[in-house]
């Protein structure tokens, strides 16, 4: 199976925005607080790109890639599977590069029927392997073409149960399908486990949401141009926000240096800073604490590829 669309430009319009506040957040925030009291502060200098396909590039650009991230304070980078077959290869580079880290999961739209024990088997045993350390990227996508919906949230439980089973946390797709996801993701306890709401370009509502389930938004190149998703960052407390690229090839983009890479990290960074009327540093500084404080036990083996 080869990864499809699941990154193209997102383009369409924004749910309506809500005024829902973030009052209730306090109590999903001392959750996550506690969990994680035992682990030590410590100061970041270089950002970590949450969330990319980078195993969709030729190998040969790697390097190359890597090299522009670090000139940029881009350090560690995870890698996410979209099919049992990619979330391989991205264990085969995180296995190869320090800075390479693995996620594993398969992509709602990568779906073509139920996702059957021979696949959950593959998942569940590289789920266990070092390297990895977040489930994803699986989820639910609403779109009109998008995978049976049935189908879509039956492999999405049971690859939170493979999570479950390795404690680890979920960085999640939801498009259009914010209810669904709330749902699911409260009956399957992802508290427990934590994780981000990937690529986010939701409402303010959404954001409450997601957070008050101790997850994370995740922040990404959109935040450059969607008036609307800026006005809601602007309103997110920091603590609860992570940055990421989804980065994967674009020749569609034309010229080679136009593909979003992990190196653009810095600037949803400057952006998120200018909207808050705060410093790049202290963007960083928290969105990779945030990190850290997601990946729990994982923190450390990250932390060193800081
Ligand atoms: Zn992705």
Redo the contacts with the bound molecule.
Sequence with gaps: MVATD??TERTNALPPQSSGDLTQNTNAMIVRKTRHAGEKERGNDLFVDL?T?IDQYKPDELPGMFQRARAVAVGPIIA?G?TVESTRRCLELAAKYDNVFAGVGV?PSDLTEDLDNIALDQLRNMASDEQVVVMS?VGLDHQDDSPDRAVQERAFRAQLEIAHEASLPVVF?MRFATDDMIRVLTEERISELGGAA??FQGSQKDASAVINLGCYISLAKPLLRLPKLQEVAQNLPLEWIVLET?C?PQPFKGKREKWTEPKDVPIVAAKLAELKGIGVAEVMEVTTANVLKMLGPRADRVSAAL
Aim: with cysteine; hydrophobic share 15%.
């Design positions: 699941q990154c969330h396909h996410a979209v992509h990227e797709h990937h690529y989804d994967y």
